[in-house]
């Protein structure tokens, strides 16, 4: 008895021990989540009830800000335009990344390459430099007009027009479609051949393999690159930023809800209104994300 007690004795220390070492390597974590995450969201959320201009104590006004956004007409547009990114952007970009890693698949020559080549746009798409590129490229003398001049067609501002504007962020948002084509192509890679040799031997064609066999066991990944990109598409703000010129022009057509927050905030210096607006960010992105894995088990397929 007197050895098993000295047995239980040494584990006990060295899972103390062991418990300790881990603590000690994990408080640099814990410090950076305690100070930089949740001191920061429960502060916020404290502001969102008050009245605080940055220059005096916040004043405690309830549910002001909240009730407040329903007559803010600039906020209930730059939902509207937050949701029509999101909305169009998102499947589009998917759809394209999904389409070029099915091209990558099939075994090309130099496919690190190409891989590498149309990773590049999601590692700059959402950069300051790449944003004044394509305003560049889109202003009224850029290079898309530049092109169209030489058929004949007179190019419209396509940034200065409320018509098009958002089209062509929308249009770098699906650009920057390499992160997502990087996980399909790895997916794609996982589905095991023998599903397409016997749907050849039953005589399917390539469009119902397709959408029999790649899109079923492809369906974890599309969900999983959907909320990402969903979580992502709500938070852009760099895009509109630098081609609307920080204003969210021309006419509001520009003006997503993370940049009328930055005006808010550090525009007017309406920080409680702005931390109101930024808890209801987190409210619609978690209920997207909920919305998601609940109709997921209605298409998601997990081949076990």
Do not use: C
């Not at 060295?14 to 949740?38: E, N, Q, Y």
């Not at 020559?109 to 430099?129: D, E, I, T």
């Not at 790449?130 to 501002?157: C, H, M, R, Y």
């Amino acid at each position: 008895m007197s050895g098993l007690g000295k047995l239980k004795g040494r584990g006990s220390k060295t899972d103390r021990s062991d418990t300790k070492a881990a603590l000690i390597f994990l408080a640099p974590w814990l410090l950076g989540l305690v100070a930089i995450t949740l001191g920061p969201m429960l502060i916020s959320l404290f502001l969102s009830f008050t009245d605080y201009n940055l220059l005096q104590a916040p004043k405690f006004i309830g549910f002001d800000n909240f009730i407040r956004m329903f007559q803010d007409t600039r906020l209930l547009n730059s939902l509207r335009v937050t949701f029509s990114y999101v909305l169009v952007g998102v499947p589009l970009q998917l759809a394209l990344a999904l389409l070029v890693a099915m091209v990558l698949d099939r075994g090309i020559r130099g496919l690190p390459f190409y891989r590498s080549v149309f990773y590049l746009p999601s590692l700059l798409g959402g950069s300051v430099a790449v944003a004044i590129l394509w305003k560049q490229i889109f202003g009224t003398a850029g290079l898309v007009n530049q092109f169209l001049s030489l058929l004949g067609i007179q190019g419209p501002g396509w940034i200065s027009d409320p018509n098009t504007a958002l089209s062509t962020i929308i249009l770098l948002h699906i650009w920057t479609f390499g992160s997502p084509m990087i996980i399909f192509l790895a997916g794609l890679r996982q589905i095991p051949t023998m599903y397409y040799e016997a749907a050849q031997v039953d005589g399917a064609g390539k469009l119902t393999q397709f959408f029999r066999i790649t899109l079923p066991l492809l369906s974890p990944i599309i969900f999983f690159n959907l909320v990402l990109q969903i979580v992502g598409g709500f938070q852009s703000f760099t895009q509109a930023f630098i081609v609307s010129g920080g204003n969210g022009g021309p006419s509001d057509s520009t003006m997503f809800f993370t940049l009328y927050l930055y005006q808010k905030g550090f525009g007017q210096f309406d920080m409680g209104y702005a931390s109101a607006m930024a808890w209801v960010l987190l409210l619609i992105i978690g209920a997207f994300t909920a919305i998601n894995f609940y109709a997921a088990k209605f298409w998601v397929f997990y081949d076990d």
